[in-house]
C-alpha cells in the first residue's frame, strides 16, 4: 500500500513538473505574408529551430506564414498587444506608423548592398534603430544583406521610359508613392497578397521590389518584363517590440538574439546566392530584363524634389549613409 502511494505521489510530481515546465516556456509568435517554402519562410524555421535550441526549449517559436495574423500593418499593431511578437521584414514596413524608419527606402542612397549592410552597422544604422525605438517602442536586429528593388511589369519595355503611366503597385508609405511617381509612374498602394490577382486583371501593371520577394509573390507568372532600376536596397531586419523582448530571461534574450542574428546570415547569404537562380526561372517563364534606359544620377536628378517631401526622412537618409 505505501508503495503504491509513494508511486502515485511520484506521478503527480512528475505532472505538475512538467505543467510547471510547459507553463515557464516563453511563447514566440511568428507572423509573415509569404509561404513558408520562400527565403524569408526557410529563414523563419532557422530562427524557430535556433531560438530554440540556444533558450534549451524555453522559447517555443510558432511561425504563422501566408498572411494567416494579416497584413504587415495589421501584425506591427499586434505587436503591442502581444498578439505577434517577431516578424522578418524590411524596416519601411513601419513607415505608416513612424515616417523616419523609411530612410533606408530613399532611392538610390547606395551604391551596392555591401555599401548598405556595412551602414547599418554603423553609427548611422545604429542611430536610426535606436530613434526608431525610442518613438515607437518597436525594436530593428540583425539587418541583412539584400538585393536591390526592380520594378516588374506585365508590359513589353525596353527601358524605363516605356513604363510612363503605368500604375505600379507600392507599399502604402510616402517615400515609395512619390519615389515612383517622380520616375513617370503611377503608384498604386495596395496589400501585396491581392497584387497577382490584380496584375491578372490589370488593375496594375506593375509591382517594385526585390527579387526574392517577387518570387514569393509569383511575379514571374504574371510578368513580362523587369526593369533593373535598382532605385532602393534595403536590409530585411528582425523587428520585435522592445517592451515584449526586455521581459524575456537573459538566457531567452541572448538566445533570441543569437538565433536572429544567425538566421539574418542566413538570409542574406541565400538571396546572394540565388539571386542568379531567380533570374534565371523568371526568364524561363518568359520574363526579359531590360536596364532602365537612364542613369543612377539621371534617376537621382528626378528624385530631387522628394527632398522637400520628407525633409526629416531625408536628414536620416544622410545620417544613415553616413554623409
Known amino acids: 500500500m505505501l508503495k503504491s502511494v509513494k508511486s502515485g505521489v511520484l506521478v503527480v510530481a512528475a505532472v505538475l513538473l512538467a505543467v510547471s515546465q510547459a507553463s515557464a516556456a516563453q511563447k514566440v509568435i511568428v507572423g509573415d505574408t509569404g509561404a513558408s517554402t520562400s527565403i524569408i519562410g526557410r529563414t523563419l524555421s532557422l530562427f524557430k529551430e535556433r531560438a530554440e535550441k540556444y533558450s534549451n526549449g524555453d522559447l517555443q517559436v510558432q511561425i504563422f506564414s501566408n498572411s494567416q495574423l494579416g497584413t504587415f500593418g495589421t501584425m506591427a499593431t499586434q505587436m503591442k498587444v502581444n498578439l505577434v511578437n517577431v516578424m522578418f521584414i524590411q524596416p519601411d514596413a513601419l513607415g505608416q506608423q513612424i515616417n523616419i524608419v523609411t530612410a533606408n527606402s530613399w532611392p538610390f542612397l547606395f551604391d551596392n548592398a555591401d555599401e548598405m549592410l556595412k551602414a547599418w552597422n554603423g553609427p548611422g544604422g545604429k542611430a536610426l534603430i535606436a ?8 525594436r530593428m536586429i540583425a539587418p541583412s544583406w539584400n538585393v536591390p ?7 513589353k519595355a525596353k527601358s524605363l521610359a516605356d513604363l510612363k503611366g503605368m500604375k505600379v503597385r507600392v507599399p502604402g508609405t510616402a517615400i515609395y508613392v512619390n519615389q515612383i511617381k517622380y520616375l513617370g509612374l503611377s503608384p498604386t498602394p ?6 497577382f490577382t490584380a496584375m491578372q486583371q490589370n488593375v496594375v501593371e506593375g509591382m517594385e521590389g526585390a527579387i526574392s520577394d517577387m ?24 523587428l520585435t517590440y522592445g517592451p515584449w523582448i526586455d521581459k524575456l530571461t537573459p538566457l531567452n534574450k541572448e538566445a533570441f538574439y543569437k538565433a536572429a542574428r544567425e538566421a539574418s546570415d542566413f538570409y542574406g547569404k541565400t538571396t546572394k546566392d540565388e539571386e542568379q537562380h531567380l533570374i534565371a526561372e523568371f526568364k524561363e517563364k518568359g520574363v526579359t530584363f531590360v536596364e532602365p534606359g537612364l542613369s543612377v544620377d539621371e534617376m537621382r536628378k528626378l528624385e530631387e524634389p522628394l527632398k ?16
Do not use: C
Open 131 to 138: 530613434e526608431v525605438e525610442k518613438r515607437s517602442g518597436y
Open 149 to 155: 528593388r526592380w520594378i516588374y511589369t506585365t508590359r
Open 190 to 195: 495596395m496589400n501585396i497578397a491581392e497584387v
Open 215 to 238: 518570387a514569393t509573390y509569383s511575379m514571374q507568372d504574371v510578368s513580362k518584363t523587369a526593369v533593373m532600376t535598382g532605385h532602393v536596397l534595403s536590409p530585411k531586419a528582425f
Open 308 to 323: 522637400k517631401d520628407l525633409p526629416e526622412v531625408w536628414e536620416w537618409a544622410q545620417k544613415l549613409a553616413g554623409k
